[in-house]
Protein backbone atom coordinates (compact mmCIF):
# COMPACT_ATOMS: atom_id res chain seq x y z
CA UNK A 1 0.00 0.00 0.00
CA UNK A 2 1.04 3.28 -0.61
CA UNK A 3 1.63 6.23 1.84
CA UNK A 4 -1.21 7.36 3.45
CA UNK A 5 -1.78 10.99 3.35
CA UNK A 6 -3.55 11.50 6.78
CA UNK A 7 -1.98 8.86 9.65
CA UNK A 8 -3.44 9.08 12.98
CA UNK A 9 -1.67 6.83 15.24
CA UNK A 10 -2.79 5.98 18.75
CA UNK A 11 -3.59 9.22 19.67
CA UNK A 12 -4.46 9.65 23.05
CA UNK A 13 -6.30 13.12 24.93
CA UNK A 14 -7.27 13.27 27.85
CA UNK A 15 -9.05 16.12 30.11
CA UNK A 16 -9.25 16.75 33.75
CA UNK A 17 -12.09 16.92 35.20
CA UNK A 18 -13.35 19.84 37.51
CA UNK A 19 -10.78 21.94 39.35
CA UNK A 20 -9.25 21.00 42.56
CA UNK A 21 -10.08 22.99 45.56
CA UNK A 22 -6.62 24.78 47.07
CA UNK A 23 -7.37 22.65 50.03
CA UNK A 24 -6.63 19.60 47.47
CA UNK A 25 -3.91 21.02 45.77
CA UNK A 26 -1.71 21.67 49.39
CA UNK A 27 -2.65 17.87 49.97
CA UNK A 28 -1.55 16.59 46.37
CA UNK A 29 -4.75 15.45 45.66
CA UNK A 30 -4.84 13.68 42.14
CA UNK A 31 -6.51 14.85 39.69
CA UNK A 32 -9.52 12.96 37.93
CA UNK A 33 -8.76 12.09 34.02
CA UNK A 34 -10.59 10.52 31.56
CA UNK A 35 -9.23 9.83 27.89
CA UNK A 36 -11.80 11.67 26.05
CA UNK A 37 -9.47 9.85 22.77
CA UNK A 38 -8.44 6.85 23.64
CA UNK A 39 -5.80 5.23 21.16
CA UNK A 40 -7.63 6.05 18.29
CA UNK A 41 -5.55 4.84 15.14
CA UNK A 42 -6.91 6.04 11.41
CA UNK A 43 -5.35 6.82 8.15
CA UNK A 44 -7.03 8.11 4.75
CA UNK A 45 -5.81 8.85 1.18
CA UNK A 46 -5.23 12.06 -0.32
CA UNK A 47 -8.70 12.92 -2.05
CA UNK A 48 -10.51 10.61 0.00
CA UNK A 49 -12.95 11.09 2.96
CA UNK A 50 -12.79 10.03 6.24
CA UNK A 51 -16.17 10.40 8.65
CA UNK A 52 -16.25 9.99 12.48
CA UNK A 53 -19.68 8.70 13.59
CA UNK A 54 -20.60 8.44 16.80
CA UNK A 55 -22.83 10.19 19.79
CA UNK A 56 -22.66 13.32 21.60
CA UNK A 57 -19.46 12.70 23.86
CA UNK A 58 -18.05 10.24 21.97
CA UNK A 59 -15.05 11.95 21.14
CA UNK A 60 -15.21 12.62 17.59
CA UNK A 61 -14.97 16.56 17.96
CA UNK A 62 -12.01 15.99 20.11
CA UNK A 63 -10.13 14.27 17.53
CA UNK A 64 -11.19 16.15 14.97
CA UNK A 65 -9.75 19.05 17.10
CA UNK A 66 -6.60 16.96 17.21
CA UNK A 67 -6.28 16.93 13.46
CA UNK A 68 -6.21 20.18 12.75
CA UNK A 69 -3.76 21.27 15.34
CA UNK A 70 -6.38 22.80 17.76
CA UNK A 71 -4.94 20.24 20.53
CA UNK A 72 -1.87 18.63 21.57
CA UNK A 73 -2.55 14.72 22.02
CA UNK A 74 -1.02 13.93 24.91
CA UNK A 75 0.29 10.25 23.24
CA UNK A 76 0.34 9.17 19.80
CA UNK A 77 1.38 10.82 16.66
CA UNK A 78 -0.84 12.53 13.78
CA UNK A 79 1.04 12.79 10.09
CA UNK A 80 -0.61 14.85 7.12
CA UNK A 81 1.63 14.23 4.11
CA UNK A 82 4.01 12.72 6.45
CA UNK A 83 4.67 15.58 8.30
CA UNK A 84 4.12 16.20 12.69
CA UNK A 85 0.24 17.92 12.53
CA UNK A 86 2.30 20.33 15.97
CA UNK A 87 5.05 21.09 13.35
CA UNK A 88 2.55 22.08 10.48
CA UNK A 89 0.76 24.16 12.54
CA UNK A 90 3.64 25.61 14.12
CA UNK A 91 5.22 26.90 10.75
CA UNK A 92 3.83 30.67 9.19
CA UNK A 93 4.55 29.49 5.60
CA UNK A 94 2.41 26.70 6.34
CA UNK A 95 -0.81 28.72 7.84
CA UNK A 96 -3.93 27.60 6.69
CA UNK A 97 -2.97 24.17 5.54
CA UNK A 98 -4.92 22.63 7.60
CA UNK A 99 -8.39 24.05 7.90
CA UNK A 100 -11.82 23.29 10.02
CA UNK A 101 -15.48 24.27 8.77
CA UNK A 102 -17.75 24.43 12.16
CA UNK A 103 -21.12 23.20 12.46
CA UNK A 104 -23.03 26.52 13.46
CA UNK A 105 -21.70 29.37 10.82
CA UNK A 106 -23.64 31.98 12.87
CA UNK A 107 -21.54 31.36 15.73
CA UNK A 108 -18.10 30.60 13.95
CA UNK A 109 -18.36 33.69 12.15
CA UNK A 110 -17.59 37.29 12.85
CA UNK A 111 -21.18 38.47 12.54
CA UNK A 112 -19.47 42.29 11.94
CA UNK A 113 -16.90 41.53 9.76
CA UNK A 114 -17.61 41.65 5.96
CA UNK A 115 -17.58 38.77 3.52
CA UNK A 116 -14.61 40.07 2.23
CA UNK A 117 -12.41 40.19 5.96
CA UNK A 118 -13.84 37.13 6.85
CA UNK A 119 -12.99 35.07 3.99
CA UNK A 120 -9.23 36.63 3.67
CA UNK A 121 -8.40 36.79 7.18
CA UNK A 122 -6.69 33.54 6.72
CA UNK A 123 -4.36 34.60 3.97
CA UNK A 124 -4.19 38.02 5.31
CA UNK A 125 -0.38 37.77 6.90
CA UNK A 126 0.68 35.81 3.71
CA UNK A 127 3.57 37.39 1.67
CA UNK A 128 0.68 38.20 -0.67
CA UNK A 129 -0.22 41.81 -2.25
CA UNK A 130 -3.93 43.05 -1.69
CA UNK A 131 -4.90 42.73 -5.57
CA UNK A 132 -3.59 39.06 -5.32
CA UNK A 133 -5.63 38.51 -2.03
CA UNK A 134 -8.90 40.45 -2.97
CA UNK A 135 -8.85 37.81 -6.34
CA UNK A 136 -8.39 34.39 -4.09
CA UNK A 137 -11.29 35.62 -2.04
CA UNK A 138 -13.53 36.19 -5.00
CA UNK A 139 -12.17 32.88 -6.37
CA UNK A 140 -12.73 31.10 -3.23
CA UNK A 141 -16.82 32.88 -3.14
CA UNK A 142 -16.95 31.46 -6.93
CA UNK A 143 -16.16 28.05 -5.95
CA UNK A 144 -18.32 28.18 -2.99
CA UNK A 145 -21.63 29.33 -5.06
CA UNK A 146 -21.23 32.98 -4.47
CA UNK A 147 -20.85 35.60 -6.40
CA UNK A 148 -19.07 38.87 -5.76
CA UNK A 149 -21.58 41.10 -4.89
CA UNK A 150 -21.50 39.77 -1.26
CA UNK A 151 -18.26 40.93 -0.48
CA UNK A 152 -18.87 44.53 1.16
CA UNK A 153 -22.07 42.39 3.22
CA UNK A 154 -21.87 41.66 6.98
CA UNK A 155 -22.40 37.76 7.42
CA UNK A 156 -24.88 38.20 9.99
CA UNK A 157 -27.01 39.45 7.03
CA UNK A 158 -26.81 36.26 5.31
CA UNK A 159 -29.18 33.24 5.19
CA UNK A 160 -27.84 29.85 6.99
CA UNK A 161 -27.11 28.56 3.65
CA UNK A 162 -24.94 31.26 2.69
CA UNK A 163 -23.06 31.43 5.96
CA UNK A 164 -21.79 28.17 5.89
CA UNK A 165 -20.67 29.16 1.98
CA UNK A 166 -18.72 32.01 3.19
CA UNK A 167 -17.48 29.40 6.04
CA UNK A 168 -16.48 27.03 3.48
CA UNK A 169 -15.25 29.77 1.45
CA UNK A 170 -12.77 30.97 4.37
CA UNK A 171 -11.68 27.52 4.42
CA UNK A 172 -10.54 26.52 0.97
CA UNK A 173 -9.27 30.01 0.10
CA UNK A 174 -5.94 29.32 1.94
CA UNK A 175 -5.50 26.22 -0.07
CA UNK A 176 -5.79 23.52 2.55
CA UNK A 177 -4.12 20.22 1.97
CA UNK A 178 -7.09 18.76 4.52
CA UNK A 179 -10.39 20.12 5.98
CA UNK A 180 -11.72 18.67 9.05
CA UNK A 181 -15.89 19.34 8.70
CA UNK A 182 -17.52 19.21 12.13
CA UNK A 183 -21.48 18.27 11.34
CA UNK A 184 -21.00 20.89 8.52
CA UNK A 185 -24.75 19.96 7.95
CA UNK A 186 -26.72 19.92 10.78
CA UNK A 187 -27.38 23.72 11.71
CA UNK A 188 -28.93 23.79 7.97
CA UNK A 189 -32.46 22.91 6.98
CA UNK A 190 -32.78 19.24 4.93
CA UNK A 191 -33.04 21.54 1.31
CA UNK A 192 -30.08 23.65 2.16
CA UNK A 193 -28.20 20.39 3.57
CA UNK A 194 -28.15 18.60 -0.05
CA UNK A 195 -27.33 21.87 -1.49
CA UNK A 196 -23.83 22.08 0.87
CA UNK A 197 -23.74 18.15 0.59
CA UNK A 198 -23.38 18.78 -3.30
CA UNK A 199 -21.00 21.68 -2.37
CA UNK A 200 -18.14 19.64 -0.74
CA UNK A 201 -18.18 16.94 -3.70
CA UNK A 202 -17.76 18.98 -5.91
CA UNK A 203 -14.91 21.14 -4.06
CA UNK A 204 -13.28 18.01 -3.27
CA UNK A 205 -13.37 16.53 -6.95
CA UNK A 206 -11.85 19.73 -8.28
CA UNK A 207 -9.13 20.15 -6.00
CA UNK A 208 -8.30 16.63 -4.08
CA UNK A 209 -9.11 17.79 -0.73
CA UNK A 210 -9.05 15.41 2.12
CA UNK A 211 -11.72 15.50 4.23
CA UNK A 212 -12.22 14.39 7.92
CA UNK A 213 -15.96 14.10 7.95
CA UNK A 214 -17.28 14.44 11.67
CA UNK A 215 -21.19 13.75 12.12
CA UNK A 216 -23.79 11.90 14.07
CA UNK A 217 -26.18 11.38 10.97
CA UNK A 218 -25.20 8.20 8.85
CA UNK A 219 -26.95 8.93 6.14
CA UNK A 220 -24.32 12.39 5.66
CA UNK A 221 -21.54 10.10 6.02
CA UNK A 222 -23.15 7.61 3.30
CA UNK A 223 -23.20 10.20 0.63
CA UNK A 224 -20.11 11.91 1.76
CA UNK A 225 -17.33 9.27 2.81
CA UNK A 226 -15.10 6.61 0.98
CA UNK A 227 -14.10 5.19 4.70
CA UNK A 228 -15.72 5.27 8.41
CA UNK A 229 -14.90 4.98 11.51
CA UNK A 230 -17.81 4.68 14.28
CA UNK A 231 -16.41 6.34 17.46
CA UNK A 232 -17.56 5.03 20.92
CA UNK A 233 -16.80 6.86 24.29
CA UNK A 234 -14.00 7.74 23.37
CA UNK A 235 -12.78 4.76 21.39
CA UNK A 236 -13.17 3.04 17.70
CA UNK A 237 -15.56 0.38 17.08
CA UNK A 238 -15.36 -0.21 13.55
CA UNK A 239 -13.58 1.09 10.78
CA UNK A 240 -13.71 0.43 7.30
CA UNK A 241 -14.78 1.05 3.72
CA UNK A 242 -18.38 3.23 4.06
CA UNK A 243 -20.52 0.88 1.62
CA UNK A 244 -19.59 -1.91 3.65
CA UNK A 245 -19.65 -0.89 7.11
CA UNK A 246 -23.25 0.54 6.50
CA UNK A 247 -24.45 -2.22 4.87
CA UNK A 248 -23.46 -4.93 6.64
CA UNK A 249 -21.72 -3.13 10.18
CA UNK A 250 -20.24 -5.95 12.29
CA UNK A 251 -19.80 -4.13 15.66
CA UNK A 252 -23.43 -4.31 17.62
CA UNK A 253 -22.95 -0.56 18.43
CA UNK A 254 -22.92 0.39 14.72
CA UNK A 255 -25.65 -2.23 13.83
CA UNK A 256 -27.40 -0.21 16.79
CA UNK A 257 -26.87 3.31 15.17
CA UNK A 258 -27.97 2.47 11.79
CA UNK A 259 -31.24 1.01 12.92
CA UNK A 260 -31.87 3.62 15.02
CA UNK A 261 -31.71 6.27 12.49
CA UNK A 262 -35.42 7.08 10.96
CA UNK A 263 -36.02 6.20 7.79
CA UNK A 264 -39.09 7.16 5.62
CA UNK A 265 -41.07 4.00 5.00
CA UNK A 266 -39.42 1.62 7.36
CA UNK A 267 -40.16 1.81 10.93
CA UNK A 268 -37.09 2.40 12.94
CA UNK A 269 -36.45 0.16 15.71
CA UNK A 270 -35.46 0.82 19.33
CA UNK A 271 -32.57 -0.97 19.49
CA UNK A 272 -30.40 -0.45 22.13
CA UNK A 273 -32.07 0.48 25.50
CA UNK A 274 -30.13 3.26 27.79
CA UNK A 275 -27.69 5.36 27.32
CA UNK A 276 -23.96 5.23 27.54
CA UNK A 277 -22.35 5.66 30.87
CA UNK A 278 -20.53 8.50 32.09
CA UNK A 279 -16.64 8.50 31.07
CA UNK A 280 -16.32 8.40 35.13
CA UNK A 281 -17.48 5.16 35.56
CA UNK A 282 -16.17 3.42 32.18
CA UNK A 283 -16.74 -0.23 32.00
CA UNK A 284 -13.84 -2.10 33.00
CA UNK A 285 -13.91 -4.65 30.02
CA UNK A 286 -15.56 -3.40 26.19
CA UNK A 287 -17.48 0.02 26.92
CA UNK A 288 -20.13 -0.87 24.96
CA UNK A 289 -20.70 -4.40 27.36
CA UNK A 290 -23.34 -3.08 29.30
CA UNK A 291 -25.97 -2.28 26.89
CA UNK A 292 -24.98 -4.87 24.18
CA UNK A 293 -27.15 -7.61 23.75
CA UNK A 294 -24.80 -10.57 22.94
CA UNK A 295 -22.40 -9.33 25.83
CA UNK A 296 -20.33 -11.96 27.33
CA UNK A 297 -18.25 -12.62 29.90
CA UNK A 298 -15.00 -12.46 28.50
CA UNK A 299 -16.56 -8.56 27.22
CA UNK A 300 -16.57 -7.45 30.87
CA UNK A 301 -12.98 -8.25 32.07
CA UNK A 302 -10.93 -6.44 29.42
CA UNK A 303 -11.27 -4.26 26.23
CA UNK A 304 -11.62 -6.34 22.76
CA UNK A 305 -8.41 -6.50 20.74
CA UNK A 306 -8.27 -4.61 17.38
CA UNK A 307 -9.73 -7.48 14.66
CA UNK A 308 -9.31 -7.65 11.27
CA UNK A 309 -12.56 -8.69 9.43
CA UNK A 310 -11.75 -8.57 5.56
CA UNK A 311 -10.52 -5.16 4.80
CA UNK A 312 -12.23 -3.45 8.06
CA UNK A 313 -11.33 -3.15 11.72
CA UNK A 314 -13.22 -4.04 14.41
CA UNK A 315 -13.09 -4.14 18.33
CA UNK A 316 -15.52 -6.59 19.35
CA UNK A 317 -15.09 -10.32 21.05
CA UNK A 318 -17.88 -11.76 18.52
CA UNK A 319 -14.89 -11.72 15.84
CA UNK A 320 -11.91 -12.27 17.51
CA UNK A 321 -11.60 -15.86 17.42
CA UNK B 1 -66.15 14.96 16.29
CA UNK B 2 -62.84 16.84 15.89
CA UNK B 3 -60.87 17.61 19.01
CA UNK B 4 -59.05 21.04 17.51
CA UNK B 5 -60.77 22.75 14.56
CA UNK B 6 -58.58 26.03 13.44
CA UNK B 7 -60.07 28.25 10.56
CA UNK B 8 -58.14 31.23 9.04
CA UNK B 9 -55.49 31.04 11.35
CA UNK B 10 -53.08 34.19 10.68
CA UNK B 11 -49.60 35.40 12.71
CA UNK B 12 -48.13 38.25 12.54
CA UNK B 13 -44.89 39.59 14.35
CA UNK B 14 -44.27 43.31 14.54
CA UNK B 15 -40.80 44.79 14.73
CA UNK B 16 -38.56 48.08 14.56
CA UNK B 17 -38.72 46.84 10.87
CA UNK B 18 -41.86 46.25 9.92
CA UNK B 19 -43.87 43.07 10.55
CA UNK B 20 -43.73 39.77 9.01
CA UNK B 21 -46.32 37.34 8.79
CA UNK B 22 -45.09 34.25 9.88
CA UNK B 23 -48.82 32.47 9.55
CA UNK B 24 -51.25 32.64 6.87
CA UNK B 25 -54.64 31.70 7.12
CA UNK B 26 -54.03 28.31 8.10
CA UNK B 27 -56.98 25.96 8.77
CA UNK B 28 -56.90 22.47 9.90
CA UNK B 29 -58.53 19.83 11.78
CA UNK B 30 -57.94 17.31 14.88
CA UNK B 31 -59.49 14.22 15.53
CA UNK B 32 -59.06 12.28 19.44
CA UNK B 33 -55.92 10.29 19.34
CA UNK B 34 -54.40 10.92 16.00
CA UNK B 35 -51.04 12.17 15.83
CA UNK B 36 -50.87 15.28 13.15
CA UNK B 37 -47.20 16.24 11.64
CA UNK B 38 -46.47 19.09 11.10
CA UNK B 39 -43.50 19.47 8.94
CA UNK B 40 -41.52 22.75 7.34
CA UNK B 41 -38.16 24.50 7.69
CA UNK B 42 -36.87 27.21 9.43
CA UNK B 43 -39.23 30.58 9.20
CA UNK B 44 -41.53 27.63 8.09
CA UNK B 45 -44.50 29.13 11.27
CA UNK B 46 -44.27 25.69 12.41
CA UNK B 47 -43.20 26.65 15.93
CA UNK B 48 -45.33 29.71 15.75
CA UNK B 49 -48.22 27.58 15.11
CA UNK B 50 -47.41 25.60 18.29
CA UNK B 51 -47.47 28.97 20.40
CA UNK B 52 -50.24 30.08 18.77
CA UNK B 53 -52.58 26.86 20.07
CA UNK B 54 -51.08 26.73 23.49
CA UNK B 55 -50.97 30.48 23.72
CA UNK B 56 -47.53 31.15 24.52
CA UNK B 57 -47.16 33.87 21.83
CA UNK B 58 -45.43 37.06 22.47
CA UNK B 59 -46.71 40.15 23.06
CA UNK B 60 -44.95 41.63 19.80
CA UNK B 61 -47.25 39.51 18.21
CA UNK B 62 -50.96 39.59 16.68
CA UNK B 63 -53.15 36.45 16.21
CA UNK B 64 -55.90 36.52 13.95
CA UNK B 65 -58.45 33.45 13.46
CA UNK B 66 -62.22 33.31 12.50
CA UNK B 67 -61.83 30.04 14.54
CA UNK B 68 -60.32 28.01 17.27
CA UNK B 69 -62.44 25.51 18.74
CA UNK B 70 -60.86 23.16 21.33
CA UNK B 71 -63.09 20.72 22.99
CA UNK B 72 -65.91 22.66 22.53
CA UNK B 73 -64.29 25.91 23.94
CA UNK B 74 -63.34 28.98 22.32
CA UNK B 75 -59.82 29.07 22.43
CA UNK B 76 -59.99 33.01 20.89
CA UNK B 77 -61.24 34.22 23.86
CA UNK B 78 -60.16 32.10 26.92
CA UNK B 79 -56.76 30.49 25.71
CA UNK B 80 -54.97 30.58 29.02
CA UNK B 81 -57.94 27.81 30.19
CA UNK B 82 -56.99 25.14 28.80
CA UNK B 83 -52.77 25.67 29.06
CA UNK B 84 -51.62 22.94 30.81
CA UNK B 85 -54.57 21.32 31.60
CA UNK B 86 -56.13 20.48 28.13
CA UNK B 87 -53.24 21.02 25.98
CA UNK B 88 -49.54 20.33 27.10
CA UNK B 89 -46.40 21.68 25.13
CA UNK B 90 -43.30 19.57 25.10
CA UNK B 91 -40.48 21.72 23.88
CA UNK B 92 -36.72 20.85 21.85
CA UNK B 93 -34.28 21.82 24.60
CA UNK B 94 -36.23 19.85 28.12
CA UNK B 95 -33.17 21.68 29.88
CA UNK B 96 -34.44 25.43 29.61
CA UNK B 97 -38.18 23.52 30.20
CA UNK B 98 -37.36 22.28 33.25
CA UNK B 99 -36.14 24.62 36.56
CA UNK B 100 -32.64 24.12 37.28
CA UNK B 101 -32.98 24.83 41.17
CA UNK B 102 -35.76 22.37 41.98
CA UNK B 103 -35.64 18.27 42.14
CA UNK B 104 -37.19 16.81 39.82
CA UNK B 105 -39.28 15.35 42.53
CA UNK B 106 -41.26 18.70 43.09
CA UNK B 107 -41.65 19.50 39.51
CA UNK B 108 -43.55 16.26 39.33
CA UNK B 109 -45.74 17.33 42.23
CA UNK B 110 -45.77 20.76 40.67
CA UNK B 111 -47.96 19.20 37.81
CA UNK B 112 -49.65 17.06 39.90
CA UNK B 113 -50.63 19.54 42.10
CA UNK B 114 -51.78 21.79 39.14
CA UNK B 115 -54.40 18.68 38.18
CA UNK B 116 -55.50 17.83 41.63
CA UNK B 117 -56.55 21.89 41.89
CA UNK B 118 -58.63 21.22 38.56
CA UNK B 119 -60.33 17.92 38.73
CA UNK B 120 -61.21 19.28 42.90
CA UNK B 121 -58.99 16.09 44.30
CA UNK B 122 -56.87 16.51 47.36
CA UNK B 123 -53.35 16.24 47.02
CA UNK B 124 -51.04 14.61 49.63
CA UNK B 125 -47.93 13.88 49.41
CA UNK B 126 -47.55 10.38 49.70
CA UNK B 127 -50.03 9.66 46.66
CA UNK B 128 -48.05 12.01 44.29
CA UNK B 129 -44.97 10.81 44.80
CA UNK B 130 -46.33 6.70 44.35
CA UNK B 131 -47.84 8.51 41.01
CA UNK B 132 -44.71 10.62 39.71
CA UNK B 133 -42.96 6.70 40.08
CA UNK B 134 -45.68 5.25 38.14
CA UNK B 135 -45.32 7.74 35.82
CA UNK B 136 -41.79 7.78 35.41
CA UNK B 137 -41.67 4.25 35.43
CA UNK B 138 -44.29 4.80 32.09
CA UNK B 139 -41.35 6.91 30.52
CA UNK B 140 -38.83 3.91 30.81
CA UNK B 141 -36.57 5.64 33.45
CA UNK B 142 -34.91 2.72 34.71
CA UNK B 143 -34.27 4.16 38.12
CA UNK B 144 -37.18 6.22 38.48
CA UNK B 145 -36.77 5.90 42.88
CA UNK B 146 -33.02 8.07 42.05
CA UNK B 147 -34.21 9.85 39.26
CA UNK B 148 -36.90 11.73 41.39
CA UNK B 149 -33.84 12.60 43.85
CA UNK B 150 -32.25 14.38 41.30
CA UNK B 151 -31.77 18.03 39.44
CA UNK B 152 -32.27 18.42 35.77
CA UNK B 153 -28.40 19.14 35.56
CA UNK B 154 -27.53 15.33 36.91
CA UNK B 155 -29.75 13.65 34.01
CA UNK B 156 -28.65 13.16 30.22
CA UNK B 157 -30.78 14.66 27.36
CA UNK B 158 -32.86 11.95 27.01
CA UNK B 159 -34.03 11.43 30.56
CA UNK B 160 -34.88 15.21 31.13
CA UNK B 161 -36.60 14.87 27.69
CA UNK B 162 -38.62 11.58 29.55
CA UNK B 163 -38.85 13.88 32.76
CA UNK B 164 -40.70 16.41 30.61
CA UNK B 165 -43.13 14.23 28.89
CA UNK B 166 -43.70 11.97 32.41
CA UNK B 167 -44.98 15.99 33.48
CA UNK B 168 -47.03 15.80 31.02
CA UNK B 169 -48.70 12.91 31.42
CA UNK B 170 -49.34 14.35 35.23
CA UNK B 171 -51.54 16.86 33.62
CA UNK B 172 -53.84 14.22 31.56
CA UNK B 173 -53.66 16.19 28.82
CA UNK B 174 -56.09 16.14 25.66
CA UNK B 175 -54.10 17.21 23.60
CA UNK B 176 -49.92 17.35 23.30
CA UNK B 177 -48.21 19.54 21.37
CA UNK B 178 -44.68 18.41 20.95
CA UNK B 179 -42.39 20.98 18.94
CA UNK B 180 -39.10 19.35 17.90
CA UNK B 181 -38.88 17.07 20.90
CA UNK B 182 -36.24 15.02 19.76
CA UNK B 183 -33.99 17.23 17.55
CA UNK B 184 -31.21 17.61 20.33
CA UNK B 185 -31.25 14.36 21.12
CA UNK B 186 -28.86 11.43 19.66
CA UNK B 187 -29.80 9.25 17.15
CA UNK B 188 -30.34 6.31 19.59
CA UNK B 189 -31.97 8.32 22.14
CA UNK B 190 -34.53 9.61 19.76
CA UNK B 191 -35.43 6.35 18.67
CA UNK B 192 -36.23 5.70 22.37
CA UNK B 193 -37.89 8.59 23.08
CA UNK B 194 -40.39 8.73 20.04
CA UNK B 195 -41.19 4.96 20.43
CA UNK B 196 -42.42 6.58 24.50
CA UNK B 197 -44.41 9.21 22.55
CA UNK B 198 -45.94 6.53 20.03
CA UNK B 199 -46.86 4.49 23.51
CA UNK B 200 -48.25 6.50 25.25
CA UNK B 201 -50.23 8.69 23.15
CA UNK B 202 -51.70 5.25 21.95
CA UNK B 203 -51.91 3.80 25.31
CA UNK B 204 -54.11 7.22 27.03
CA UNK B 205 -55.60 7.77 23.50
CA UNK B 206 -54.39 11.90 23.34
CA UNK B 207 -53.92 13.57 20.65
CA UNK B 208 -51.04 15.18 19.41
CA UNK B 209 -49.50 17.57 17.32
CA UNK B 210 -45.91 16.87 16.45
CA UNK B 211 -43.64 19.56 14.83
CA UNK B 212 -41.04 18.77 13.43
CA UNK B 213 -37.96 19.74 10.14
CA UNK B 214 -37.27 15.93 9.61
CA UNK B 215 -39.59 14.11 7.00
CA UNK B 216 -38.13 10.90 8.80
CA UNK B 217 -38.87 11.14 12.08
CA UNK B 218 -42.34 12.29 11.02
CA UNK B 219 -42.58 9.48 9.30
CA UNK B 220 -42.13 7.14 12.10
CA UNK B 221 -45.13 8.58 14.60
CA UNK B 222 -47.60 10.52 12.37
CA UNK B 223 -51.26 9.47 10.46
CA UNK B 224 -51.30 12.89 9.05
CA UNK B 225 -48.83 15.35 7.88
CA UNK B 226 -49.19 19.36 7.29
CA UNK B 227 -46.62 20.57 5.16
CA UNK B 228 -45.48 24.37 6.18
CA UNK B 229 -43.76 26.60 3.79
CA UNK B 230 -43.61 30.46 4.45
CA UNK B 231 -46.21 30.22 6.88
CA UNK B 232 -49.10 28.46 4.39
CA UNK B 233 -49.92 24.96 4.36
CA UNK B 234 -48.72 23.52 0.76
CA UNK B 235 -49.87 19.57 1.52
CA UNK B 236 -51.99 17.78 3.42
CA UNK B 237 -52.27 14.29 3.77
CA UNK B 238 -52.10 10.44 5.10
CA UNK B 239 -48.69 10.29 6.43
CA UNK B 240 -47.84 7.41 4.43
CA UNK B 241 -49.28 8.84 1.04
CA UNK B 242 -47.67 12.10 1.63
CA UNK B 243 -44.32 10.73 1.61
CA UNK B 244 -44.17 8.09 -0.53
CA UNK B 245 -46.05 10.05 -3.06
CA UNK B 246 -45.52 13.81 -2.36
CA UNK B 247 -47.41 15.99 -4.63
CA UNK B 248 -46.12 19.85 -4.12
CA UNK B 249 -42.88 20.38 -5.49
CA UNK B 250 -41.60 21.46 -2.41
CA UNK B 251 -42.27 18.25 -0.72
CA UNK B 252 -41.02 16.21 -3.99
CA UNK B 253 -37.99 18.84 -3.14
CA UNK B 254 -37.82 18.03 0.67
CA UNK B 255 -37.68 13.95 0.43
CA UNK B 256 -35.11 14.51 -2.41
CA UNK B 257 -32.97 15.90 -0.11
CA UNK B 258 -32.69 13.77 2.32
CA UNK B 259 -28.86 11.70 1.42
CA UNK B 260 -30.00 8.10 0.61
CA UNK B 261 -26.99 7.01 -1.94
CA UNK B 262 -23.45 7.96 -1.63
CA UNK B 263 -21.29 10.25 -3.80
CA UNK B 264 -20.46 7.94 -6.52
CA UNK B 265 -24.11 7.71 -7.77
CA UNK B 266 -24.06 11.56 -8.24
CA UNK B 267 -25.50 14.79 -6.93
CA UNK B 268 -28.59 15.34 -4.26
CA UNK B 269 -31.46 16.75 -5.55
CA UNK B 270 -31.99 20.01 -3.58
CA UNK B 271 -34.38 22.65 -3.85
CA UNK B 272 -32.42 25.61 -4.92
CA UNK B 273 -31.69 28.93 -3.39
CA UNK B 274 -33.03 29.83 0.07
CA UNK B 275 -36.70 30.93 1.82
CA UNK B 276 -36.81 34.84 1.21
CA UNK B 277 -40.26 36.98 2.41
CA UNK B 278 -42.08 38.69 0.28
CA UNK B 279 -42.89 36.76 -2.54
CA UNK B 280 -45.46 37.29 -4.93
CA UNK B 281 -47.90 34.64 -5.73
CA UNK B 282 -47.13 31.09 -4.50
CA UNK B 283 -44.07 31.45 -1.80
CA UNK B 284 -42.17 28.70 -3.12
CA UNK B 285 -41.86 29.84 -6.67
CA UNK B 286 -38.63 31.67 -6.58
CA UNK B 287 -37.16 27.90 -5.46
CA UNK B 288 -39.90 25.77 -7.50
CA UNK B 289 -37.90 23.39 -10.30
CA UNK B 290 -41.44 23.79 -12.25
CA UNK B 291 -42.14 27.51 -11.69
CA UNK B 292 -43.86 29.38 -14.51
CA UNK B 293 -45.61 32.58 -15.37
CA UNK B 294 -48.92 31.75 -13.70
CA UNK B 295 -47.16 30.93 -10.54
CA UNK B 296 -46.72 34.73 -10.17
CA UNK B 297 -50.02 35.90 -10.44
CA UNK B 298 -51.58 34.68 -7.29
CA UNK B 299 -51.30 32.69 -3.98
CA UNK B 300 -52.74 29.50 -5.46
CA UNK B 301 -55.91 27.58 -3.70
CA UNK B 302 -55.35 24.23 -1.45
CA UNK B 303 -56.92 22.25 -4.48
CA UNK B 304 -58.22 18.53 -3.09
CA UNK B 305 -56.30 15.85 -4.74
CA UNK B 306 -57.72 12.04 -4.38
CA UNK B 307 -58.11 12.99 -0.15
CA UNK B 308 -55.24 15.41 -0.47
CA UNK B 309 -54.85 19.05 -0.12
CA UNK B 310 -52.68 20.28 -2.51
CA UNK B 311 -51.44 24.21 -2.78
CA UNK B 312 -49.99 23.98 -6.53
CA UNK B 313 -51.48 25.53 -9.57
CA UNK B 314 -50.16 22.25 -11.18
CA UNK B 315 -53.17 20.55 -9.70
CA UNK B 316 -55.99 23.20 -9.90
CA UNK B 317 -55.95 27.04 -11.96
CA UNK B 318 -57.48 28.67 -8.83
CA UNK B 319 -56.28 31.62 -6.57
CA UNK B 320 -57.06 33.18 -2.83
Same mark, same amino acid.
Given at each position: ?167 ? &??? /????? @??? $??? !? %?? +?? #? ?71 ? &??? /????? @??? $??? !? %?? +?? #? ?41 | ?320
Amino acid at each position: MNEQFLVVKDVVKSFTVGKRSLLERILRKKVQTFNAVDHVSLSANKGETVAIVGESGSGKTTLGRLIVGLEKPDAGDILVDGKRVEYIAQRPENRGRLQMVFQDPSSSLDPYMSVEECVSEPIAKSALKKEEIKQKVVEALRLTGLDSSVLKRRTRELSGGQKQRVAI &ARA /IVSDP @QLI $VLD !E %PT +SA #LDVSIQAQILNLLVELQKLKRFTYVLITHDVKVARYLADSIAVMYLGKLVEHGPVKEVLSQPLHPYTQALIEA &APK /IGAHS @QVS $VEG !E %PP +SF #LRLPKGCRYEPRCKFAMEVCKTQYPPETFVKNRRVWCYLYSA | MALLEVENLSVEYRSSSGSVRALTKVSFTLDEAEVLGVVGESGSGKSTLALALSGLLDHSATLRADKIVFMGIDLLSNIESVRGTGVFMVFQDPFSSLNPLMKIKHQIFEAIKVRCKRLGESFSQEEAKKEALELLKEVRIADPEDVLERYPHQLSGGQQQRVMIAMALAERPKLLIADEPTTALDVITQAQVLSIFKEVVKRRRMSMIFITHDLAVASQICDRIIVLYGGMIQEVGLAEEVLKEPKHPYTMGLIGSIPYKSKEEGALTSIKGFFSHGVEGCVFSPRCAFAREECKKGVPKLNRVNGRLVRCINYGKDYE
